[in-house]
């Protein structure tokens, strides 16, 4: 078995968002290096989504539910980071209570102590699709000079897809793969950003434990797809990587979560240049009762209708594939499939290939076995 040590690192960054713009802030990497004696680095690097930071998502030390972790003992130098506004990177104005979103300031009871519900004092949106792009690329150039590499292999979760994408259609010299899990994609999104920035808002969302249990039992239709306890599980890591979040509101705390604007991931994007399955070869995989990397029914809303193989579809180059994952959700990487997960990962970052080819569609049982797709 593998040596792997584990080193947070907080990479100096400019900001760019508009809320803290210039300041220098700190964005948190967990690296989990697993490089044998004598070998040269392969770094893998591991972006979250929405509203799971990134500890809970992809090193959630439980059983056998750390992804970086199997990949650490694979023999790769894993790291992963957490985008301003979440987990345990800066969150600028997010620790004012008045600057969660008004319509779900009642969940501010009892706590913190005192706190009167009403408008946001920072009445605009964290973050946008350019700040994010440029943290990526902060971790992206630490990584390559740490690891002394010019490619990085990625995984993306969810809503990463916004930011892993089109960085690697825009830096094919820096990025060696693509795997995007469960990813977010608005075929018809739009191209280009807001004409103001920022755009009117608020900075912070809230979730519950009572949402996260709830919003997964509506993806579950299967036996033991979802262990038992597995939520009070998740749900303490998010805890852990929010310290403020985690004494707001009744006992079980909160989970605070960046508001965000995105453009610029769309089928245009995902085409452009032929990179994608072309220098930067693909692999996506999603479950099948995954509601919402795929919208049912579809959404009237271009911005908001999601659809995996309209992604895959819009891949120009050759080298791309897709897998289904049977009885799996969107929250896949804490349910019964997430070993499966975690078996393909390995074998994408070793061979870029899945069952021996390098384009095609298939489905995956929960044994593991691949097919594929009628």
């Known amino acids: 078995m593998a040596k792997v040590i584990t080193t947070d690192h907080w990479v100096w960054h400019t900001s760019t968002v508009p809320a803290n713009k210039d300041e220098e802030v700190e964005l948190f990497v967990r690296e989990r290096n697993g490089t044998p004696p004598g070998q040269k680095r392969r770094p893998v690097l591991m972006l979250h989504g929405r509203s799971i930071p990134v500890l809970p998502g992809f090193d959630l030390r439980y059983k056998t539910y750390s992804w970086a972790g199997v990949l650490a003992q694979a023999g790769y130098d894993v790291f992963m980071m957490d985008l301003q506004g979440s987990g345990l990177s800066a969150r600028p104005e997010m620790d004012d209570p008045r600057n969660v979103n008004p319509a779900q300031q009642n969940l ?64 094919p010299d820096k990025v060696e793969s693509l795997f995007l899990l469960a990813p977010i994609f608005p075929p018809k999104g739009t191209s280009n950003p807001p004409a103001t920035l920022p755009q009117p808002g608020f900075p912070t969302f809230l979730s519950t434990k009572k949402g996260l249990r709830d919003g997964w039992a509506g993806e579950l239709h299967c036996d033991g797809q979802r262990e038992d306890g597995i939520v009070d599980v998740v749900w303490d890591a998010m805890q852990k990587s929010d310290p403020v979040g985690s004494v707001w509101g009744d006992y079980d705390g909160l989970n605070r979560y960046r508001n965000f604007v995105r453009w610029g991931w769309n089928e245009t994007t995902a085409a452009q240049g032929g990179v994608l399955g072309g220098s930067v070869p693909v692999l996506l995989v999603y479950g099948e009762y995954d509601k919402q990397a795929n919208t049912k029914p579809p959404s009237p809303n271009p911005e908001l209708n999601f659809s995996v193989p309209a992604l895959y579809d819009s891949v120009a180059g050759a080298h791309k594939l897709m897998v289904k994952l049977a009885c799996a959700g969107h929250s896949v990487p804490w349910e019964k499939q997430h070993g499966n997960v975690h078996e393909l990962s390995k074998h994408w970052l070793k061979q870029l290939k899945v069952d021996g080819k390098t384009h095609g569609v298939f489905d995956m049982d929960v044994d593991g076995n691949l097919s594929p797709a009628p």
């Open 108 to 171: 501010l009871t009892p706590r913190p102590p005192g706190f009167v519900p009403g408008p946001p004092h920072y009445p605009y949106q964290l973050n946008n699709s350019y700040s994010d792009w440029d943290e990526l690329h902060t971790v992206v150039e630490f990584i390559r000079k740490l690891c002394e590499v010019e490619k990085i292999a990625f995984i993306g979760w969810s809503a990463a897809a916004f930011w892993m994408g089109p960085y690697a259609v825009k830096n």
